[in-house]
């Protein structure tokens, strides 16, 4: 018998059998695990199970390839305290989802769950959790090896007046090396680099950058699956509050 207990973050789940829900968690230790949760189907078990949530979980195999099981407690929930706020209940969302999205079965990535969890906490209680979510994004693109380099001009290898990123290399271009490509290369928001107030408009200029690496790098690495969305439902939501 394989056995270990974590705290985590709930990702997603899925009814299984009559009564029965198969969760993914995200641990910092064990990465991104699945497991059935018996009478996770329930009523009693709604409240716990609800995405975003931090729970205690202890996991069961009999064989480590196997699906397992696993027993919760809750420890803190998130989303039932967002559901008057559209636009933090959609980061939530859209956050879990990349989670479940991205991340290979099983495998650790603890600065990223550290990362998340904190993010996590933001939403909804501070007033600059949008832009703490794209910083989110750049890190998850980076620890899955699709990082951008918005440190120097990648045609004149100046650091200064950067104003667009190649959506082809992810590589800071700036005004002066843009030269008659600019129609073609995307704008780069100070929120990206560490400039800017993070205002709205900011970061969605930021959501438009990672959301094109997301796309065209990211997910065509997964097999070419679309990314979910409850990111474009985000990305809408906080584009209304403008």
């Known amino acids: 018998m394989i056995e270990w207990r974590e705290s985590g973050v709930l990702l997603a789940t899925r009814r299984h059998g009559e009564s029965a829900a198969i969760i993914e968690m995200f641990t910092e230790h064990h990465g991104r ?13 709604a409240p716990i199970l609800q995405l975003g949530a931090q729970l205690d979980v202890v996991w069961k195999a009999r064989l480590d390839e196997h699906i397992g099981s696993f027993v919760v407690e809750p420890e803190r929930a998130r989303a039932a305290h967002l559901m008057s706020d559209r636009v933090a209940l959609s980061g939530l969302s859209a956050l ?67 104003a667009y990123v190649s959506p082809k290399s992810g590589r800071a271009v700036s005004e002066a090396g843009a030269g008659t490509w600019k129609d073609r290369l995307l704008p780069l928001a100070p929120s990206l ?23 065209a790098w990211l997910a065509p690495s997964l097999g070419d699956r679309s990314l979910p969305d409850a990111r474009a439902r985000f990305v809408d939501a906080l584009g209304r509050t403008t």
């Open 96 to 162: 879990c989802a990349l989670l479940s999205f991205a991340l290979p079965e099983r495998e650790a990535h603890p600065a990223l769950y550290r990362s998340s969890r904190a993010v996590l906490d933001m939403i909804g209680e501070n007033p600059v959790w949008p832009l703490a979510y794209l910083r989110w994004e750049l890190s998850l693109l980076e620890e899955l090896g699709f990082g951008l380099d918005l440190s120097v001009c990648a045609a004149t290898g100046a650091t200064e007046g950067l």
């Open 33 to 45: 695990t699945a497991g059935v949760v018996r009478g996770g189907g329930g009523r009693k078990m």
């Open 193 to 215: 680099v560490g400039g800017g107030v993070g205002d709205v408009e900011d970061v969605l200029q930021g959501l438009r950058v990672t959301g094109h690496f997301l796309s």
